[in-house]
């Protein structure tokens, strides 16, 4: 399964970004996936996941509330909507697969991951 990010960019506090992370290989609409971030200086952390099968979703409570995690299967797609940006929302945003059927918050869970996009929000 090849993991393909996009739609980071610079906001300003407050603000809204849509991330896209397009899957394909085989059977790439059957896993679970997930966003991971990662701040300068700071270790990898868990965002949000969405289960496969029954879009079952899980969020850090860091996010709660402002982020928004979906999935479209025909386009073998997973969105993040990001809405009332923080500073600390600043980092390096990462989508991953699993093959397991629940929303996984471990890093270690995911077989897969894409490439990165910048996230930048400035206050």
């Known amino acids: 399964v090849q993991l393909q990010a996009s739609g980071g960019g610079l906001v300003q506090l407050g603000g809204s970004l849509r991330l896209s992370c397009a899957a394909s290989g085989r059977s790439a609409r059957s896993y679970s996936m997930g966003w991971f971030r990662q701040a300068p200086g700071k270790e990898r952390e868990f965002v949000t996941a969405?289960?496969?099968?029954?879009?079952?979703?899980y969020y850090a409570d860091s996010v709660k509330g402002r982020f928004t995690i979906s999935r479209d299967n025909a386009k073998s797609t997973v969105y993040l909507q990001m809405n009332s940006l923080k500073p600390e929302d600043t980092a390096v945003y990462y989508c991953?697969?699993?093959?397991?059927?629940?929303?996984?918050?471990?890093?270690?869970?995911?077989?897969?991951w894409g490439q990165g996009t910048q996230v930048t929000v400035s206050s």
């Open positions: 969405i289960s496969y099968r029954d879009r079952r979703t």
């Open positions: 991953a697969a699993t093959p397991w059927y629940q929303p996984e918050t471990g890093a270690s869970r995911y077989d897969y």
